[in-house]
């Protein structure tokens, strides 16, 4: 069964980068029938869809964040990573990253999230 | 894209059934088969209940089930347990590569 865990630094200083790293365990980035998505939650409020990417490369974001947001994958590492730059308290959430069946638009594998604070 | 329409809770005793809606509009929920339910307890990972609109992964009990009607979706709980006391979300595809969410309805188990 395969599992996502994410990581990365849980406070961010408002303008700089945050950026969060999702391991994979139990299946592979490079399996071509499924997308790596990023997903957050800020607190009290929805889900929101960041982005995902494919193991050919292909990525999409969500238009609102497209300008700040790049998403990347290691398939050495089995890792998909992302990056949200110049970041404000309003990106302060609990960031997902999930696993996305490519015949749906549904995610069928999450991590548990990692919360990230933009706070000085 | 605004997001989708929950209600912020709902409640039922064990053994009831209970119904959460999920309202989008023409362009989302009305327009795409591809509606889905999350179930959520604290500090746990989501967990997918439902996708497009009706299907069941493979260990999600057959208590949960899915429907839509026009721009409308809803999640049914039936014979409902204690361990189904969670946060709720719904997502639907929104056209143009983009999905939204709807704002999570708290379910309590009376």
């Known amino acids: 069964q395969v599992q996502l865990q994410e990581s990365g630094p849980g406070l961010v200083k408002p303008s700089q980068t945050l950026s969060l790293t999702c391991t994979v365990s139990?299946?592979?980035?490079?399996?071509?029938?499924?997308?790596w998505t990023w997903i957050r939650q800020p607190a009290g409020k929805g889900l929101e869809w960041i982005g995902r990417?494919?193991?050919?490369?292909?990525?999409i974001y969500n238009p609102s964040l497209k300008s700040r947001v790049a998403i990347s994958i290691d398939t050495s590492k089995n890792q998909f990573s992302l990056n949200l730059n110049f970041v404000t308290a309003a990106d302060t959430a609990v960031y997902y990253c999930?696993?996305?069946?490519?015949?749906?638009?549904?995610?069928?594998?999450w991590g548990q999230g990692t919360l990230v604070t933009v706070s000085s | 894209q605004s997001a989708l329409t929950q209600p912020p809770s709902a409640s039922g005793s064990p053994g009831q059934s209970v119904t959460i809606s999920c309202t989008g509009t023409s362009s989302d929920v009305g327009d795409f088969n591809y509606v889905s339910w999350y179930q959520n307890h604290p500090d746990k990972a989501p967990k997918l209940m439902i996708f497009d609109v009706t299907k069941r992964p493979s260990g999600v009990p057959d208590r949960f089930s899915g429907s839509k009607s026009g721009n409308t979706a809803s999640l049914t709980v039936s014979g409902l347990q204690a361990e189904d006391e969670a946060d709720y979300y719904c997502s639907s595809y929104a056209g143009n590569n983009n999905v939204i969410f709807g704002g999570g309805t708290k379910l309590t188990v009376l």
């Open positions: 990417i494919h193991t050919s490369g292909s990525v």
């Open positions: 139990g299946g592979s980035v490079t399996n071509s029938d499924y997308y």
């Open positions: 999930a696993r996305q069946p490519r015949i749906t638009w549904a995610w069928d594998s």
